[in-house]
C-alpha cells in the first residue's frame, strides 16, 4: 500500500519541481540574441476585425524571412489598449516595426512612444491621431453614417455604463469589408471583435510616436469607413511616405496585401542597422 503512495509523492514532486523551474526561467531576464538585420514585425489590428485580418500579410512577410506577431487588440479603450500593445512590444528583442490598421492605427500612436525597440509605424487605413483628437472627432467631415451602423451591447464598469459596439451585419459586406467577397464578408462580420463605445471616443495624448518615429501609410482608395481625404490628411500631417490600394476597401490588406508588405518593407529597409 506504501508504493503508490511513493509513486504519487514523486508524481507530486516532479510536477512542484518542474513549476519551480518554470518561475525562474519566467523571472529571469531574456537575453537578447545577437542583432538580427530584420525587425520583428507586429500587427495591430483595428475594430470589428481580428488578428486574422493580416493573415495574407503575415504569408508574405514569413515568406520574405521577417518573424512577424499580430497580438490581440483588446478593443477596450486607448489608454489600456495601447498599454498591452506596449508591454507586448517590450518583451521582443531587438528592433520592431510597428504596423496598425483602423483603430490600431490610434493604439500603435500612443503605444509606440514608450518602447524604444520601435524603429518605425506603419499606417493601412489608419486612424493617426494628434492631441485632443479621437477617432469619432476625425471622422467629423465625413458622410455621416447610418443610425443603426452599430449594434450596441450595454456593460457595467466601475465608473458608469459603457456600451461594446458591433458592426451591424447587415452593412457589414457593404461598408467595411466592401470590396471583399461576399462569403468572406459574412465569415468576417460572424466573428468581429466589438469596440467599445470609449474606445472611439477617448481623446489621444500629446505624445504620440509619428512625431518622433518615420511613418508610412497605406490609403485605402475606396474605403468606406475612413475617407481617404481623411486618411490623406493624416498620412500628410504625420509627414508619412504615402501609398495607395487601388480599389482597396477598408481593409485593404486582404484585397491588396502586396500594397502593405511593400509599405512594411519599405519601413523595415529604411530603418535597418
Excluded at 144 to 159: G, K, R, Y
Aim: aromatic share 8%; hydrophobic share 50%; proline share 11%.
Amino acid at each position: 500500500m506504501s508504493r503508490p503512495h511513493l509513486v504519487c509523492g514523486r508524481a507530486r514532486f516532479a510536477v512542484g519541481g518542474a513549476l519551480a523551474l518554470f518561475a525562474s526561467l519566467s523571472l529571469a531576464p531574456i537575453a537578447a540574441p545577437a542583432q538580427s538585420s530584420k525587425p520583428t514585425i507586429v500587427l495591430v489590428h483595428g475594430a470589428w476585425a481580428d488578428a486574422s485580418s493580416w493573415n495574407p500579410v503575415i504569408a508574405q512577410l514569413q515568406n520574405a524571412g521577417f518573424k512577424v506577431a499580430a497580438p490581440p487588440n483588446t478593443l477596450r479603450g486607448l489608454a489600456p489598449d495601447a498599454a498591452v500593445i506596449a508591454t507586448f512590444v517590450k518583451a521582443i528583442p531587438g528592433p520592431v516595426v510597428l504596423v496598425g490598421h483602423s483603430y490600431g492605427g490610434a493604439v500603435i500612436s500612443v503605444a509606440s512612444p514608450s518602447d524604444p525597440n520601435v524603429t518605425a509605424l506603419v499606417y493601412v487605413d489608419a486612424f493617426v491621431p494628434d492631441a485632443g483628437d479621437s477617432c469619432l472627432s476625425l471622422l467629423a467631415g465625413g458622410p455621416p453614417p447610418p443610425a443603426d451602423l452599430f449594434v450596441p451591447i450595454p456593460f457595467a464598469t466601475a465608473t458608469g455604463g459603457d456600451a461594446d459596439l458591433y458592426f451591424n451585419t447587415k452593412y457589414y459586406g457593404a461598408v467595411f469589408a466592401s470590396d471583399e467577397p461576399p462569403a468572406i464578408a459574412s465569415l468576417m462580420a460572424a466573428t468581429q471583435r466589438p469596440l467599445t463605445n470609449t474606445a472611439l471616443t477617448d481623446k489621444a495624448p500629446a505624445t504620440e510616436g509619428w512625431k518622433t518615429l518615420p511613418s508610412w501609410y497605406v490609403v485605402g482608395d475606396a474605403d468606406l469607413v475612413i475617407p481617404p481625404k481623411a486618411q490623406l490628411f493624416m498620412a500628410t500631417r504625420a509627414n508619412a511616405h504615402i501609398s495607395h490600394a487601388p480599389g482597396g476597401g477598408h481593409p485593404s490588406m486582404l484585397s491588396h496585401p502586396d500594397v502593405t508588405v511593400a509599405a512594411i518593407i519599405a519601413a523595415a529597409s529604411a530603418t535597418m542597422k
